[in-house]
């Protein structure tokens, strides 16, 4: 019991892993960020964590405190916002990185998207209040001619990748997701296991398409960097190198096999 | 078996039930002796306030917290100028929002089991000359003992569950604030399903056994007193 | 004058209104339920403050408006119907436990052997009889040699050969240790056989006051 006792006390007393090289990003990037988060620490040795959550959501995080010294949200509008709370020691900076799509995914019970958003009792979409790909399909939906009678079948999910959840347990008939929840599979096959073979079973259990890019306002994707000069000036030079790394035209390849397509500004 | 995060999520996950039971019962025994000690408008007042945590939405107490943690709220500023950097985000934030989400389920079973003993009982050990130490040692401790039993282990077992707030003052931050409900969470999003079923049995396994040894303590504790 | 008291107390249905002036030793409380012999009896032990007006004994002021001397230095005990015993402790223990409290403490050993208690030292008081759980409480009352001993029926769950047996012993204690002594008891022959006073409650008031001489103890009260 001493023994037992002893232990916990150690436990308790035993310094908190420092949460040290931190990012944000928005939840459609949850599948393919940590491949090339991987992929850098292969190419530097350097280890970087994500913490995923609705781009809304997260900016609200960054400024009410959270330590995160990069965001990749997926609309500018965060991203602008945090940068107009950002005091000048803070030495902020934001930037368009990519531009994001819409799949729309529905069960293959249904010949036809058109007729899926038709017959299905359920769209899953995610928040639009809060998520950048929930907005853009909302805004799609709203443009299509069977609007008043696809708005009462709307579900909304928390997030992006919520979305996916409800498709692949046969939840929701119609899912409009971003096309980095379901990417190439040339990157697919990087994922671990589990995740591969739920993504396999959302595609065996519906088909995809692409919703034309003109139906909805563009998703463009941006990132947030703020070098903060009371935190250990350690952390951010490797966050900084990371995301330079990340714009870098090696990766482009990266990026569009994840269905982002090049920002032209 | 587990990841290295996972068993740091599981690690901080259990610090986090530890201390702040721990701590919460530290804090709350001489407010629930007080309660027990009678009735009045005030302590009913009190009561009610103490098991507010139990019928509100996590949610309620997750937007105070967050408003009260932000950087420019008064209580930060008041921190900052103890030396303490603001709560949010940080496993101290999360100890304090435990402590106050499991409120009740300490101040309960404290209040009961002190209850039990009779002022009367008190009053006649004292008149035959025992002085307060006298009582708190040969009285008030060995009787309450299982009801500070209870409280813990019930405090540490329902902040095993905490998620509502987590979710909204934590960020999710890996050995800060990112506990096994939050990584279960993560994992169910990221279609993860095989760790998320992983981590729930386990949750669920512990949470159980904890739950039925505390029965079993119970009922030991009763059969002792009928001797 | 040894026990001052004035009580002046009033509940839902019920006040009590008392003035008394108490010498003997050993005096007996008589009443009906109701009359206000427990609430006397607290009273003068410190348990219910608000029923006091005044008390004072042997020329030591015990009460007086908001000023009560505390529990601890008064030394006057009162033993409720059913004895107020740890849960937790054995009868040895709760010896022990009064001996260690006390600053001038009786032989414990004696009191043992006195009241017949070896038997039931290692018992908790959830393994003793009702009456065994008085005799342990009045044994524990005389081992911190009381100044004042308040008995409310706190022998009475005892069968008569072990209650006079008892008794008897309570007597010597008395004799030796000097104690005053109130005791409530509804059994007019007991009180008539011990006492040297007896005061008479009826509904909060005082029926009567009255003194046995000695070769009127033993005899019935004529009152009755």
């Not at chain 3, 009191?111 to 039931?120: A, K, N, S, V, W």
Request: with cysteine; hydrophobic share 45%; charged share 10%.
């Amino acid at each position: 019991m001493r023994g037992l006792k002893l232990v916990f006390a150690c436990f308790i007393f035993s310094g908190n892993a420092a949460a040290s090289q931190l990012i944000a990003a928005a939840s459609d990037l949850r599948l393919v960020l940590p491949l090339l988060l991987a992929q850098y620490q292969a190419e530097t040795g350097v280890s970087i964590q994500p913490v995923f959550a609705s781009s809304g959501k997260l900016s609200q995080q960054i400024q009410h405190g959270a330590p995160f010294f990069l965001f990749l949200a997926a609309d500018p509008l965060y991203t602008n916002s945090l940068l107009q709370h950002c005091s000048a020691e803070q030495q902020c900076q934001t930037g368009v990185y990519g531009r994001g799509q819409l799949l729309l995914w529905y069960h293959s019970r249904f010949q036809t998207a058109e007729q899926a958003l038709e017959q299905s009792q359920h769209i899953a979409i995610a928040d639009p209040n809060h998520a950048p790909y929930g907005k853009a399909a909302l805004a799609y939906l709203q443009q299509h001619q069977l609007w008043p009678e696809l708005q009462p079948k709307i579900r909304r999910t928390d997030n992006a990748a919520l979305v996916l959840h409800l498709l692949s347990t046969g939840q929701a008939g119609v899912g409009i997701v971003g096309h980095a929840l379901l990417p190439e599979s040339k990157l697919q096959q990087l994922l671990p296991k589990a995740q591969q073979q739920q993504l396999q079973l959302v595609q065996q259990l519906g088909r995809t398409e692409v919703v034309p890019a003109h139906l909805y306002p563009p998703i463009r994707h941006s990132w947030f960097y703020r070098a903060e000069q009371k935190h250990p000036s350690s952390v951010q030079p490797e966050v900084k190198a990371f995301l330079d790394w990340m714009l870098a035209p090696k990766q482009q390849q990266f990026w569009s096999d994840a269905g982002f397509k090049r920002e032209h500004n | 078996m587990l990841y290295p995060a996972e068993w740091q999520a599981l690690l901080l996950t259990v610090k986090l039930a530890l201390l702040s039971s721990f701590f919460l019962l530290l804090l709350t025994a001489p407010l629930a002796w007080w309660l027990s000690r009678g009735q009045s408008t005030g302590r009913n007042a009190i009561n009610a306030l103490l098991t507010l945590p139990l019928v509100l939405p996590p949610t309620v107490l997750g937007f105070y917290l967050v408003l009260l943690f932000s950087p420019d709220s008064w209580f930060s500023q008041l921190l900052r100028l103890a030396g303490i950097e603001a709560l949010a985000f940080r496993f101290e934030g999360l100890v304090l929002a435990s402590m106050l989400y499991s409120l009740p389920f300490v101040v309960q079973p404290l209040q009961q089991g002190f209850a039990q003993i009779a002022q009367e009982l008190l009053d006649q050990n004292r008149a035959l000359g025992a002085n307060s130490w006298q009582l708190m040692a040969q009285l008030v401790w060995p009787l309450s003992r299982p009801a500070l039993f209870s409280a813990f282990i019930l405090s540490f077992a329902h902040t095993l569950g905490e998620f509502g707030i987590v979710l909204m003052i934590g960020g999710n931050i890996p050995g800060q604030t990112q506990l096994l409900s939050m990584l279960i969470y993560d994992q169910v999003e990221s279609l993860n399903y095989a760790r998320a079923h992983l981590l729930s049995g386990l949750l669920l396994l512990f949470s159980f056994s904890v739950l039925f040894w505390l029965y079993q303590q119970q009922q030991g504790q009763q059969q002792r007193g009928h001797k | 004058m040894s026990l001052e008291l004035k009580l002046n107390w009033s509940a839902s249905s019920f006040s009590l209104q008392l003035d008394l002036q108490l010498t003997h030793h050993w005096i007996g409380v008589y009443g009906q339920s109701g009359s206000g012999k427990t609430t006397l009896l607290k009273a003068v032990a410190g348990l219910q403050p608000d029923a006091a007006e005044h008390c004072s004994f042997r020329g030591e002021l015990w009460q007086q408006g908001q000023y009560q001397r505390s529990l601890s230095s008064r030394k006057a005990l009162y033993l409720a119907p059913e004895a107020l015993l740890m849960p937790h402790k054995t009868a040895l223990q709760h010896l022990q436990l009064a001996s260690s409290w006390s600053k001038s403490p009786e032989d414990t050993a004696q009191i043992i052997q006195d009241f017949e208690l070896q038997p039931l030292l290692a018992l908790y008081p959830s393994q003793l009889s009702s009456g065994q759980q008085q005799k342990l409480a009045l044994a524990q009352a005389l081992i911190t040699r009381p100044r004042l001993l308040l008995l409310d029926e706190a022998v009475a769950h005892l069968d008569d050969q072990q209650k006079a047996a008892v008794l008897k012993q309570l007597k010597q204690y008395q004799q030796q240790q000097g104690f005053m002594l109130l005791w409530v008891s509804h059994q007019m022959e007991d009180l008539c056989l011990y006492c040297q006073e007896i005061v008479w409650l009826k509904q909060g008031q005082l029926q009567q006051q009255q003194q046995l001489w000695p070769q009127q103890q033993g005899q019935t009260f004529y009152a009755i």
